[in-house]
């Protein structure tokens, strides 16, 4: 497992990351010296106690944040120092970002919804845009749901086409922070099992939870304490979404 | 992002708050109108203004006495006993660019003809004054050189008087007609004129020798109320002016660095003179017009400030997933300008429409120039530029991760 890693391609890596807070009066460190890979193809599931810099370190993959100190590369590229429009485009090209609250334009189809990444990306003409958003709203199943509203939309449809927006640009990693947050349990293993599917077509994913039984359907497990990596841990039996659907009682008895 | 997707995507944020939108370009459109509307107005009146002047005639230069103008209007022409008869005479006899030279007498007074009466103005002028203004007859005849030697009681009418006068199977000329108890005879009716600039009729006027109405009407006071001269081409109206000027100062011993109690002014001047008002008249004008601009764009900053934080969210979002300040901006600003532009164009029509109206309506004259169109139209778009900058700029310097986490 160890040798396989080292030949995969490393995705993110980061190295002596910290992230302080400069409160004035106070500073949180919401990060101390953390030093992480994810590989291409790996499954990540970051967990931790509230406040424990989960998502901190998540925004900072996803270019929304940058560290304090350390070193960050992304597909190889150093990310740490880069300005407000170059991470844009960092954020526009290599990053899908999956939120708790779907994040979805109101008023706006899901279809829309789903191209709004490409709006961003001058190279991709309109026809290639409304192509590219269809077929990623098919991989989530949601191709009938194209044109309805996000109030229109359960709330693991909207979830759904949140995903399906994050995946439109072809991002080279996942993030998800705290997915499946609002959803209910069969909802959540609905939305875990898509997660699962895209990371079998090889899709690389990193998702910040803090539910043990979301944690055993990803590949590799990192536990955060107080901004640092207690433990990491590679799961030994990984879940799989559909069966533990199938062992929930049938919808109807749910009631 | 490309500019035709910023457009829609303005354009659908536009649509989703339709009557807010409106609103909010409720400022744009009255702004925009009155400013079309204002710029007609005063264009209109003074193009009727410029008309008029150049209907005084052609190459005319007029002389009055004493007092001078002011801002456009005569103090109280005439109260100086500054024109004779003999100034008159040197005129002619010594300026070689004056063509024709007529005095003016004005009087004016109830006129009878059988049972009718009418109330008019009379101008005592010498034949040559028809030359001057480029007056015509249409029938009858003008004064002979008799009537003004020996002021006869004869008279030419204008339309206006002749209607009120006579019935319609009636030929004025050679009628009889009594002016303040006067007995005139009518000579020759002119030639319809029409309205005047200032909207006021101009076949409303009695014409007769210039002593008859200085000696039988005016109590044979002997100085002159106005002079007209005609100059003997466009070119001559300057030299014609100051020989006369050189002339009548030298008459009554007056230096060139003194005030004289006269005036002269050519028709050239008056048309500067009131084209100069009418300006400043057209600027305060706009300049009021612009003001409820500057409001609408005041307007259109307030909502686009409500939509900056109503939309932090979406502008967090669109940030999250590859917009760059620009992009934000761009769409902002865009959105801003959508609204002046949408505002400016239906303020236009409007202004283009209530313009017509006042025409049709108030009977004003009014003429609608595309140069204030596009003026109003382009002052819209800057201020939709202006007034859109710093909402849009708030919008573009917002951080991703709190525009995300806002409530
Ligand atoms: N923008 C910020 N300004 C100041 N402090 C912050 C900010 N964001 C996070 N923090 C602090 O950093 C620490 C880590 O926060 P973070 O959001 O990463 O925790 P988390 O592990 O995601 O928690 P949760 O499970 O509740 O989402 C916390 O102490 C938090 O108060
Ligand atoms: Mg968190």
Redesign the pocket.
Known sequence: MKEQDQERKKIISVKNLSKI?D?GAVK?H?LRDIGMDIHEGEFTAIM?H???????LLNIFGCLDVPTEGKYYLDGADVSHLNKNQLARMRNRKIGFVFQTYNLLPRTSALENVELPLLYNPEIRRKERKEKAMNTLELVGLTDWSEHFPNQLSGGQQQRVAIARALVNDPVIMLAD?PTGNLDTRTSFEVMEIFQELNRKGITIAL?T?EADISKFATRNIL?RDGRIIKEIMVERVKNAREELNKLPPEDEDI | MKLLNLFVIALRSLNKNKIRSLLTMLGIIIGVASVIAMLAIGQGSRDSIENQISGLGSNVIMVFPGATFRGGVATAAGSAQSLEMDDLEAIRANCPSVKYISPVARSGGQIIAGSYNWNSSIRGVYNEYFDIRNIEVESGSRFSEMDEKRASKVCIIGQTVAENLFDEYTDPVGQRIRINKIPFTVIGLLKEKGQGGMGEDQDDIIYAPFSTVQRRMRGARQNIQQIYISAVSEEKIEPASEEIDDLLRTRKNISKYEDPPFNIRTQTEIVEMFTSTSNTMMVLLAGIASISLIVGGIGIMNIMLVSVTERTREIGLRMAVGARGKDILRQFLLEAVLLSLLGGLIGAAFGILSSKLFVVIMGWPVTVSSFSVIMAFSFAFVVGVFFGWYPASKAARLIP?DALRYE
């Open positions: 807070y409160m949180v919401a931790g509230s406040g424990s810099g989960k998502s901190t705290e910040v803090h955060f | 991760m």
